[in-house]
Protein backbone atom coordinates (compact mmCIF):
# COMPACT_ATOMS: atom_id res chain seq x y z
CA UNK A 1 0.00 0.00 0.00
CA UNK A 2 1.82 3.57 -1.62
CA UNK A 3 1.25 6.56 0.48
CA UNK A 4 -0.52 9.34 -1.07
CA UNK A 5 1.59 12.63 -1.69
CA UNK A 6 -0.77 14.58 1.45
CA UNK A 7 0.22 11.72 3.33
CA UNK A 8 4.25 11.52 2.61
CA UNK A 9 4.28 15.30 3.61
CA UNK A 10 2.58 14.91 6.96
CA UNK A 11 4.97 12.27 7.33
CA UNK A 12 7.72 14.05 6.71
CA UNK A 13 6.47 17.27 8.73
CA UNK A 14 6.35 14.91 11.91
CA UNK A 15 9.59 13.24 11.21
CA UNK A 16 11.51 17.11 11.02
CA UNK A 17 9.33 18.44 13.83
CA UNK A 18 10.65 15.38 15.65
CA UNK A 19 14.10 16.23 15.16
CA UNK A 20 13.56 19.85 15.65
CA UNK A 21 12.43 19.11 18.98
CA UNK A 22 15.49 16.39 19.71
CA UNK A 23 17.67 19.00 18.84
CA UNK A 24 16.28 21.54 21.75
CA UNK A 25 16.35 18.96 24.33
CA UNK A 26 20.18 18.26 23.06
CA UNK A 27 20.57 21.88 23.56
CA UNK A 28 18.74 22.15 27.37
CA UNK A 29 21.43 19.19 28.16
CA UNK A 30 24.65 21.09 27.55
CA UNK A 31 25.27 19.62 24.13
CA UNK A 32 25.18 21.14 20.43
CA UNK A 33 22.94 19.66 17.64
CA UNK A 34 24.10 20.14 14.43
CA UNK A 35 21.57 18.87 11.09
CA UNK A 36 23.43 17.78 7.67
CA UNK A 37 22.79 20.32 5.22
CA UNK A 38 21.68 19.64 1.76
CA UNK A 39 23.85 17.11 -0.67
CA UNK A 40 26.99 18.26 -3.03
CA UNK A 41 25.18 19.83 -6.24
CA UNK A 42 26.55 16.67 -8.28
CA UNK A 43 24.33 14.61 -6.27
CA UNK A 44 21.14 17.13 -6.97
CA UNK A 45 21.74 16.51 -11.02
CA UNK A 46 20.68 13.04 -10.33
CA UNK A 47 17.60 14.29 -8.73
CA UNK A 48 19.44 12.54 -5.18
CA UNK A 49 17.79 15.14 -2.48
CA UNK A 50 19.19 13.36 0.52
CA UNK A 51 21.80 14.82 2.83
CA UNK A 52 24.49 12.89 2.14
CA UNK A 53 28.96 12.37 3.77
CA UNK A 54 31.59 12.13 2.24
CA UNK A 55 34.39 9.84 3.16
CA UNK A 56 37.81 8.91 1.94
CA UNK A 57 37.94 5.30 0.14
CA UNK A 58 40.49 2.48 0.65
CA UNK A 59 41.78 3.62 -3.04
CA UNK A 60 41.95 7.81 -2.43
CA UNK A 61 38.75 8.59 -4.02
CA UNK A 62 35.43 9.92 -1.93
CA UNK A 63 32.68 8.07 -1.60
CA UNK A 64 29.14 9.51 -0.69
CA UNK A 65 26.61 7.57 1.36
CA UNK A 66 23.53 8.86 2.87
CA UNK A 67 23.72 11.00 6.47
CA UNK A 68 22.13 9.78 9.85
CA UNK A 69 20.25 13.17 11.05
CA UNK A 70 22.15 15.17 13.29
CA UNK A 71 25.58 15.09 14.60
CA UNK A 72 25.37 15.61 18.51
CA UNK A 73 28.46 16.91 20.37
CA UNK A 74 29.01 17.58 24.66
CA UNK A 75 32.34 18.06 25.97
CA UNK A 76 32.67 14.36 26.63
CA UNK A 77 31.19 12.60 23.65
CA UNK A 78 30.44 13.29 20.09
CA UNK A 79 27.81 11.27 17.91
CA UNK A 80 25.71 10.61 14.98
CA UNK A 81 22.07 10.18 15.29
CA UNK A 82 19.00 9.07 13.47
CA UNK A 83 15.97 9.73 15.18
CA UNK A 84 12.29 8.20 14.55
CA UNK A 85 9.32 8.48 16.12
CA UNK A 86 8.03 5.05 17.05
CA UNK A 87 5.10 3.01 18.52
CA UNK A 88 5.47 0.31 20.86
CA UNK A 89 4.45 -3.33 18.74
CA UNK A 90 2.84 -5.66 21.92
CA UNK A 91 3.10 -2.69 24.15
CA UNK A 92 3.05 -3.85 27.76
CA UNK A 93 4.09 -7.28 27.29
CA UNK A 94 7.52 -8.81 27.42
CA UNK A 95 7.71 -9.18 23.37
CA UNK A 96 7.13 -5.35 23.27
CA UNK A 97 9.21 -3.79 20.49
CA UNK A 98 9.98 -1.90 17.56
CA UNK A 99 10.09 -2.17 13.87
CA UNK A 100 13.24 -1.48 11.85
CA UNK A 101 13.13 -1.41 8.32
CA UNK A 102 16.35 -3.64 6.85
CA UNK A 103 17.50 -0.68 4.57
CA UNK A 104 17.27 1.89 7.35
CA UNK A 105 19.65 -0.28 9.25
CA UNK A 106 22.06 -0.81 6.97
CA UNK A 107 22.21 2.70 6.26
CA UNK A 108 22.85 3.36 9.63
CA UNK A 109 25.49 0.88 9.97
CA UNK A 110 27.36 2.49 7.02
CA UNK A 111 27.21 5.80 8.86
CA UNK A 112 28.56 3.67 11.92
CA UNK A 113 31.39 2.50 10.34
CA UNK A 114 33.67 5.81 9.48
CA UNK A 115 33.87 8.71 11.97
CA UNK A 116 31.93 9.02 15.28
CA UNK A 117 29.72 6.22 16.72
CA UNK A 118 26.11 6.59 15.41
CA UNK A 119 23.09 6.12 18.10
CA UNK A 120 19.56 5.13 16.77
CA UNK A 121 17.13 7.32 18.86
CA UNK A 122 13.50 6.68 18.94
CA UNK A 123 11.03 9.12 20.73
CA UNK A 124 8.34 7.45 21.92
CA UNK A 125 5.85 8.57 25.04
CA UNK A 126 5.09 5.62 26.11
CA UNK A 127 8.60 4.50 27.10
CA UNK A 128 8.29 6.66 30.33
CA UNK A 129 5.95 3.75 31.75
CA UNK A 130 9.02 1.36 31.08
CA UNK A 131 12.00 1.22 33.92
CA UNK A 132 14.83 3.02 32.79
CA UNK A 133 13.61 4.54 29.82
CA UNK A 134 12.52 8.02 28.85
CA UNK A 135 10.62 9.35 25.75
CA UNK A 136 13.96 9.58 23.92
CA UNK A 137 16.00 6.85 24.09
CA UNK A 138 18.70 5.07 22.12
CA UNK A 139 21.00 2.24 21.09
CA UNK A 140 24.26 2.42 19.69
CA UNK A 141 24.17 0.99 16.10
CA UNK A 142 27.12 -0.76 16.40
CA UNK A 143 24.85 -3.52 18.98
CA UNK A 144 22.87 -4.11 15.94
CA UNK A 145 25.75 -5.92 14.56
CA UNK A 146 24.60 -10.05 14.17
CA UNK A 147 27.77 -11.09 15.97
CA UNK A 148 26.65 -8.86 18.85
CA UNK A 149 22.52 -9.12 18.82
CA UNK A 150 20.34 -11.90 17.12
CA UNK A 151 17.52 -9.86 15.65
CA UNK A 152 13.91 -11.43 14.25
CA UNK A 153 13.29 -10.72 10.84
CA UNK A 154 9.65 -10.20 9.75
CA UNK A 155 7.96 -9.03 6.23
CA UNK A 156 5.47 -6.19 7.02
CA UNK A 157 3.78 -5.24 3.97
CA UNK A 158 5.44 -6.82 1.36
CA UNK A 159 9.08 -5.57 2.93
CA UNK A 160 11.41 -7.16 5.62
CA UNK A 161 11.93 -5.24 8.65
CA UNK A 162 13.73 -6.25 12.43
CA UNK A 163 12.05 -6.33 15.65
CA UNK A 164 13.68 -4.47 18.43
CA UNK A 165 13.00 -5.21 21.85
CA UNK A 166 12.23 -2.48 23.85
CA UNK A 167 14.59 -3.72 26.18
CA UNK A 168 17.68 -3.25 24.29
CA UNK A 169 17.48 0.33 24.62
CA UNK A 170 18.46 3.17 27.52
CA UNK A 171 17.75 6.50 28.17
CA UNK A 172 19.09 9.14 26.48
CA UNK A 173 20.50 10.84 29.35
CA UNK A 174 23.94 12.22 30.49
CA UNK A 175 24.43 9.31 32.81
CA UNK A 176 23.65 7.12 29.59
CA UNK A 177 26.00 9.30 27.23
CA UNK A 178 29.05 9.57 29.63
CA UNK A 179 29.15 5.77 29.75
CA UNK A 180 29.79 6.12 25.60
CA UNK A 181 32.85 8.18 26.82
CA UNK A 182 34.45 5.49 28.37
CA UNK A 183 33.60 2.90 25.04
CA UNK A 184 35.24 5.00 22.61
CA UNK A 185 37.55 7.38 24.83
CA UNK A 186 40.79 5.15 23.32
CA UNK A 187 39.41 4.25 19.95
CA UNK A 188 40.15 6.36 16.37
CA UNK A 189 37.50 7.61 14.62
CA UNK A 190 37.78 5.50 11.33
CA UNK A 191 38.53 1.90 14.07
CA UNK A 192 34.75 2.76 14.49
CA UNK A 193 33.75 -0.19 12.97
CA UNK A 194 36.12 -2.17 14.95
CA UNK A 195 35.40 -0.90 18.34
CA UNK A 196 32.11 -3.18 19.16
CA UNK A 197 33.73 -6.53 18.41
CA UNK A 198 33.61 -7.39 22.06
CA UNK A 199 34.81 -10.66 23.17
CA UNK A 200 33.71 -13.30 25.89
CA UNK A 201 36.72 -12.07 27.79
CA UNK A 202 34.98 -8.22 27.91
CA UNK A 203 33.20 -6.94 30.91
CA UNK A 204 31.05 -5.37 29.30
CA UNK A 205 29.48 -8.53 28.27
CA UNK A 206 28.57 -9.75 31.63
CA UNK A 207 25.21 -10.05 32.20
CA UNK A 208 21.78 -10.06 30.50
CA UNK A 209 19.74 -7.65 28.38
CA UNK A 210 18.84 -4.63 30.43
CA UNK A 211 15.37 -4.84 32.45
CA UNK A 212 16.01 -3.19 35.27
CA UNK A 213 17.20 0.51 36.24
CA UNK A 214 20.27 -0.59 37.95
CA UNK A 215 20.74 -3.12 34.90
CA UNK A 216 20.55 -0.46 32.44
CA UNK A 217 23.35 1.67 34.77
CA UNK A 218 25.46 -0.78 34.75
CA UNK A 219 25.47 -1.33 31.38
CA UNK A 220 25.56 -4.99 31.59
CA UNK A 221 24.77 -7.16 28.71
CA UNK A 222 25.39 -10.63 26.88
CA UNK A 223 27.99 -10.64 23.83
CA UNK A 224 24.31 -11.57 21.99
CA UNK A 225 20.83 -11.12 22.91
CA UNK A 226 19.10 -13.60 21.01
CA UNK A 227 15.54 -12.52 20.31
CA UNK A 228 14.35 -16.06 19.37
CA UNK A 229 13.28 -16.63 15.60
CA UNK A 230 9.35 -15.75 14.85
CA UNK A 231 7.32 -17.57 12.46
Known sequence: MFRTESQFT????????????????VAKMGGHATAFGPPPISKLKTGDERPLTCHLGAKGDTAFFPSPDLLIEFPFVSAKVQIKGKRIQQEGTADAHFILDTVEKERMETANAVGVPTLFVVYCPSLCFYPGLAPYSFIEVADLAPEITKLRLRQIKGKSAFVLPVRLFRSFDLTNLKALEKTHADNKPTENHQRHRRTEADPRNAG??????DARSSRARSASIDAGAEG
Request: without cysteine; charged residues 45%; proline residues 5%.
Open 10 to 25: EALRRGLQIEEDFASY
Open 208 to 213: SPRRED
